[in-house]
């Protein structure tokens, strides 16, 4: 719920209050409920407070704990608050006021450096330990917060934000040219395959799902869980999977709605956020508490150019969604006027590093603004729900029943599949065929198969050895992951813990900026393990894919949203048509970026030239160019070449 900041000095210096005020000095731009400080002579935490739940209201944060010799400076919000209270039998008058940041450090008390195993929630912390002399801290499973770090022989600093540590006296703004080269290097979404790694040669961040320790002068890290993909849940019928489902869920969606203020949720016409909308909706109706949703549409003069099968303005199912569950103040939000162009630097300005979901970037952001103006305190998403409550892509589940000869289960499923699609059998079981023996496409490609081009200077990814360490963590030469295979990359996805953060990184930034929370209950860890734990025939079933969040919303939802499988929403496509009032700035300012022999050094000059030429020949621009890959190099392109201009 804040922004924290502390310097401990390693060379038993006593100026730590100075450098410390320095880092709160440059995160007062942030608004803030409090700021608050604690130090002696060569230790100093600080918390720029932002009060989101009933219990930090006033709360002392950092708080200093006398009788056991610790203080904690925490930006969390802690989900499992009632099994922490039984389990460090805290007073039953002593649990509805105590702090987030004062449970955790009973947890550590307690459990000593394995308390973040025992943590539920969003969070980052440092804990000083007055006895053992030492800095304890930890960021949750998924990297929901942020952590950044330095350390040279002199001092161990920390924030939530990169900027605050660059004002620091010796900080140098120095590229670090291998978290550049991954970035330029991974064709997808993800950001870096190292997170511990930041743009800043002397900048590091904590990863998720790790603790650090600071003794001595030295710095510990540590992986302190792994989530069990192993262990299998079994029921006796499909309805008690559902309903013990739909238990966990809930409690995961009540304890995320935990604020003072409004609550907010951002909803699409699929399921994902439709289904957390349905449950929130019915614990916040039972305490007569307003709830707010915010959908993103396009603006009016846009002419939808994708396929009947995808759908750009969801507003007809958003609808019905919010007319179905009722009780719900529904805002539609154009953003006319706005685009991922014009909004770069201030873009960066926010995210502190090069981004690449730039298609969405001004919406994301003007989303947390149309919210803050609601006085909202939690804003719900469902950015996880693929992976875990609404999993279940019917394809690969038909493929393994096929490469089992499961013939009398495949042939009723595809049947049925085929009707709830409305596409022909032949055609699914060509898609099912090559699924689970993809030599089929070798020998008979549908199609020549599009490469994303690689942007990267291969000089540079020589010098950086880029592609050597990417392999390591799955990534092949195409900047691809190796894993083809669906149930392969959910492992990974989970596994490593690089792909959520870029996203995470956003949300907490962009939380810092606007004083709420972004909540995801599909990404809350008692979901994920429970959703991990089931069979996969409890995902896919009668010719319905997603089939667990399917039966699970019967009635919550209007069944044209629930058991919609034929039309699919996409949001983002009309990037392109935003940015055309500003088509000759775009084209210029790449014609200049063309011919910049620095950036050439990280970036392949002839790879850009080909886009440049390819988009010029394009012209005038179109809102369907959006899926152009040229388009989308390009705007990478530029977007870094702003961020190093502004290193300068």
Request: aromatic share 12%.
């Amino acid at each position: 719920m804040s922004a924290i900041a502390g310097v401990l000095q390693t060379d038993n210096g006593s100026n730590a209050w100075k450098q410390g005020s320095v880092l709160m000095e440059a995160l007062s731009h942030y608004p803030c409920d409090t700021a608050q400080a604690w130090h002696e002579d060569d230790i100093f935490l600080g918390c720029h407070n932002q009060w989101i739940t009933p219990e930090s209201i006033g709360e002392h944060n950092p708080f200093f704990d006398k009788e056991r010799g610790l203080v904690i400076t925490a930006d969390a919000i802690i989900d499992n608050r009632s099994d922490l209270f039984n389990q460090l039998q805290v007073d039953l008058h002593l649990r509805e006021q105590m702090s987030d940041s004062q449970l955790i450090l009973l947890a550590y008390h307690r459990w000593g450096e394995t308390a973040p195993v025992h943590l539920v929630g969003d969070f980052a912390f440092m804990i000083w330990d007055c006895r053992e002399r030492k800095l304890f801290g930890a960021r949750d499973f998924s990297g929901g917060r942020t952590l950044y770090y330095h350390c040279n022989r002199d001092r161990f600093a920390f924030c939530t934000t990169i900027k605050p540590l660059l004002t620091l006296p010796g900080v140098k703004k120095e590229l670090n040219e291998a978290w550049l080269a991954e970035f330029l290097a991974i064709s997808g979404m993800v950001d870096v395959a190292d997170a511990s790694q930041t743009i800043y040669k002397n900048i590091e961040q904590l990863s998720p799902s790790h603790s650090i320790t600071v003794k001595e002068g030295r710095v510990t890290l540590k992986r302190y869980t792994q989530l069990n993909m192993e262990k299998k849940l079994r029921f006796k019928s499909n309805e008690q999977y559902v309903e013990a489902f739909q238990e966990v869920f809930q409690e995961a969606i009540n304890s995320k709605i935990r604020t003072h203020r409004q609550v907010g949720a951002q909803l699409s016409g699929g399921l994902d956020s439709g289904s957390i909308v349905g449950f929130a909706a019915k614990s916040l109706g039972e305490n007569r508490k307003e709830f707010h949703t915010f959908s993103y549409v396009p603006t009016n003069d846009f002419i939808d150019y994708t396929p009947k099968y995808q759908m750009t303005n969801e507003t007809p199912l958003i609808k019905q969604t919010v007319n179905h569950i009722g009780g719900i103040t529904d805002h539609y939000l154009d953003f006319h006027g706005r685009d991922s162009y014009s909004e770069i630097d201030g873009f960066l300005d926010v995210m502190e590093m090069p981004y690449k979901f730039f298609e969405n970037s001004f919406w994301l952001k003007g989303m947390f603004k149309s919210a803050q103006e609601e006085n909202i305190g939690v804003l719900l998403n469902g950015g996880r729900g693929n992976l875990s409550i609404s999993w279940g892509s019917a394809i690969p589940f038909y493929a393994s029943l096929l490469k089992q000869l499961k013939w009398g289960k495949l042939l009723r499923e595809m049947r049925q599949y085929s009707l709830k699609i409305g596409s022909g059998r032949a055609d699914v079981f060509s898609f099912v065929s090559r699924a689970a023996f993809p030599v089929i496409d070798r020998l008979r490609p549908l199609g020549e198969a599009y490469q994303y081009p690689m942007i990267i200077n291969p000089d540079f990814a020589r010098r950086t050895d880029v592609f050597h360490r990417l392999f390591k963590h799955g990534i092949d030469a195409s900047g691809w992951f190796l894993a083809k295979d669906p149930y392969e990359e959910r492992s990974s996805h989970f596994k490593e813990v690089f792909h959520w953060n870029a996203g995470n990184t956003l949300s907490t930034k962009l939380s810092l900026h606007h004083a709420l929370w972004k909540r995801d209950p599909s990404n809350d860890l008692r979901v994920i393990q429970f959703c991990l734990s089931l069979p996969e025939d409890q995902y896919v079933q009668n010719g319905m894919d997603r089939a667990l969040i399917r039966r699970a919303t019967e009635k919550l939802l209007p069944d044209q949203v629930r058991l919609n499988q034929r039309i699919r929403g996409v949001q983002g496509a009309d990037w392109v048509h935003r940015i055309i009032p500003h088509w000759r700035s775009f084209t210029s300012e790449l014609e200049e970026l063309s011919k910049d022999t620095i950036f050439m050094e990280f970036v392949d000059g002839n790879v850009v030239r080909t886009a440049l030429a390819s988009i010029n020949k394009k012209t005038p621009a179109r809102p369907e160019y959006a899926m152009d890959p040229n388009y989308r190099l390009l705007m990478r392109s530029l977007i870094v070449r702003r961020f190093l201009k502004s290193m300068i």
